[in-house]
């Protein structure tokens, strides 16, 4: 299973206008749709899912071969091999799978190819022009949309039923019916989410904001908006979680194993997680609270409209310039990110990228993850800078801070405008 990574390292590879891995590829020239390629990529899904997709490709392009190499399941560790191999001139990896947050990076450093010269005019309709825009960097895509991910709430529903508690709609509710579960003895813990020092309290923490009318950089992606009165409710609400013990002081170190462990341990009443936390919840082998576990959209704010938004998780394909079997290659991300292929992913659990799949009814009987998902409006992480790293670095530092109790929420957002400003002003020059 994969969850979100560590804390996002600084790579010299990705600094702006570094000119290295320059790309080998002729672009009017791709070569023949046919030879072998390796694709590399964490593994995501049920065991064995990559090569039940790769299996299923061969058979409709029997001549093209692909070899599945499997990547670190650490998303940084990955990214440095990547760069290490990519900056090298080396092909010996031709696709492969990146990170939403990583096309400004990528394309900024030469790391992936340009696919609009290459791909179909229409290519990209099978998308939300959300999921689309983000894949690409100075108006080129250079990344296909694979597989999405989305943050929803999963709750004890028998809890719930037996207090006659409403599922919250706003954080304001969650909090109180919370509390009335851990006065009543009925859990230990009222909510536990990804607050650690990393890369997931950034994901927690746009949720959140946006939630509350708030967002960290501006919309043209120049200046920093996190030090907002929007954004001191909202972290202000958070600490208080933390204070009134509604969270536990473990959440300022849990990611997102922690958290999903301590809830299906029946330890806590309300969880945020990406869209695998229900099939885990349901998991007789690893969970006790199987059956007793419902999902919903994340909360807004009192005052605010609603649905909240999911922040935009999930992973994307790119190829590597300095491939020798890139006609090979696109032929690969056109399938995998075609019908077939992405019925195979919502059908074991994974949220596709196609909208007539996402939206497929079908589909969503049979996964009420999926169902939510389509529903839900997104908001992504100001990542379309090559900086992003260090934008993130800004966000997750100084709000844990304020959660830890080391700093003022005040001073924290403070301190996080003055980082994503130092940042950004960088990536100008």
């Known amino acids: 299973m994969v969850w979100f990574c560590a804390v996002p390292v600084l790579l010299a590879a990705t600094a702006c206008g570094s000119g290295v891995g320059t790309a080998a590829v002729d672009p009017r020239d791709v070569g023949p749709a046919k030879g072998s390629i390796t694709w590399y990529a ?32 650490n998303t940084d560790t990955m990214r440095a091999t990547l760069t290490t191999e990519i900056t090298g001139g080396s092909g010996s990896i031709d696709v492969f799978n990146g990170d939403v947050i990583w096309p400004a990076q990528f394309a900024d450093s030469n790391l992936a ?19 689309s825009d983000v894949t690409e960097h100075d108006g080129a895509h250079v990344a296909a949309p694979l597989y999405s991910d989305s943050g929803f709430l999963y709750y004890r529903k028998d809890l719930l039923e037996k207090h006659d508690i409403d599922v919250p709609g706003t954080w304001e509710e969650l909090r109180d019916a919370a509390a009335r579960l851990q006065d009543g003895g009925e859990v230990r813990y009222g909510y536990v989410a990804q607050w650690a020092n990393y890369e997931g309290l950034t994901v927690n923490w746009t949720e959140m904001s946006a939630a509350g009318g708030g967002r960290s950089v501006s919309r043209d992606g120049r200046r920093p908006e996190i030090d907002s009165p929007e954004n001191k409710r909202v972290l202000d609400f958070m600490r208080g979680m933390l204070t009134d013990g509604v969270a536990p002081s473990a959440n300022t170190s849990f990611q997102e194993p922690q958290s999903l462990q301590t809830f299906t341990e029946g330890d806590a009443a309300f969880h945020r997680n990406w869209s695998h936390g229900l099939a885990e919840a349901d998991n007789p082998a690893t969970s006790s609270v199987v059956g007793k576990v419902g999902v919903a959209p994340l909360p807004t704010f009192e005052g605010e409209d609603g649905p909240a938004p999911s922040a935009l998780g999930g992973w994307n394909l790119m190829i590597n310039p ?17 019908p077939e292929a992405q019925r195979m992913l919502a059908e074991n659990g994974v949220l596709p990228t196609a909208t007539e799949v996402l939206n497929d009814e079908k589909l969503q009987k049979a996964n009420p993850v999926l169902a939510i998902a389509a529903d839900t409006p997104l908001v992504a992480r100001p990542a379309d800078t090559p900086r992003y790293p260090q934008v993130s670095n800004g966000i997750f530092t100084n709000v844990n801070a304020a959660l830890a109790g080391s700093t003022t929420p005040v001073t924290a957002l403070r301190s996080a405008s003055d980082d994503i400003r130092r940042a950004l002003e960088d990536n100008a020059l």
């Open 113 to 131: 190819m340009p696919l609009d010269e290459h791909l179909p005019d229409d290519f990209w309709d099978r998308y939300t022009k959300q999921r």
């Open 322 to 338: 300095h491939s020798e079997a890139v006609g090979a290659g696109l032929k690969f991300i056109e399938w995998m990110t075609g």
């Open 42 to 73: 964490i593994n995501f899904g049920p065991e064995g899912l990559p090569q039940k997709l790769i299996d299923a490709f061969e058979k409709k392009h029997p001549d093209i071969s692909v070899e599945y190499q499997a990547a670190p399941n």
